[in-house]
Each structure stands twice: as structure tokens, then as C-alpha cells.
């Protein structure tokens, strides 16, 4: 006999995993189809703000701001590198380890992105307010330091 009876169909419908994942693979879309003029995804240009905003960032170290393994980092870098976007060094002090840093290039493509994030920021901001949004991150940090 199953045990998943009718007692735990709301627990299962109401899954703050799958809830979740389904808002974020929304929201992925709704960005990436806004960033289409720039040819960044939107994983692609919150790695590269990432990069921009912690300069000269390891490889390891940008894993643990993004809690990503370090593989999956390695391959995206890797993507901008490519693009043009990002630069990669060998550490003076331990050439084991891996510096990211932000090209020219990669400045130019987050300029050419940014009015792009505001205007996606503002559709969601103005859609169900400012104050809303504040709190659902804020719940969402408390989320991650809880299930940590």
C-alpha cells in the first residue's frame, strides 16, 4: 500500500523546494529574454557582476560567494574567458590558484547590460512593490542561513 495518502498531498503540493526552483526557472527566463540585445544569459552577467565586484577573485573563493563547486565556476569562467570578458591568472604567492578579473570588454558588456537589469528590476519592483520584494529576499537569506 503507497503511504502517500490524501493527509500528504497538501505537504507535497506545497513544497518550498519545487516552489522555489519553478519561481527561479521563471525569473532565469523572464531575464535572460530581457539580456537577449547584450548575448549574456543571466547567469552569465550575475557571474560577471560577481567578478566585477570582487576583483581578482579565486576561482574557490567565487564558488563560496555563489555556493557553486568549484568545476561548475571553472566551466562558466571559462565561457567568459572566452567572450573576452574576464581574464585569468596564476596567483603571485601560490600559482596553484586562479585570479578572475574583469577585461575591458567585460566592463563595456555590463554597461550595455545594466539599464537592461534596472528595467527587468523595475518591472518586478513595480509589479509588486518595492517593499514586497525587500522582504522576499530578506526571507530568503533567512531561508539559506537556516537550512545551512
Known sequence: MCCLNSSY????QNCTCG???KTTRTITQFYDKMLQPTGLRSTQCSLLLDIFFNENISVSNLGNILLMDQSTVTRNVELLRKSGYIDIKKEELDCRKKCISITHKG????????PILKKAQSKIENGIG?????ELLKT?????RLVK
Open 19 to 21: 516552489d522555489l526552483r
Open 130 to 134: 518595492k517593499e514586497r520584494i525587500e
Open 140 to 144: 530568503l537569506k533567512d531561508i539559506e
Open 107 to 114: 566592463l563595456k558588456k555590463l554597461e550595455e547590460a545594466t
Open 9 to 12: 498531498k497538501k505537504h507535497i
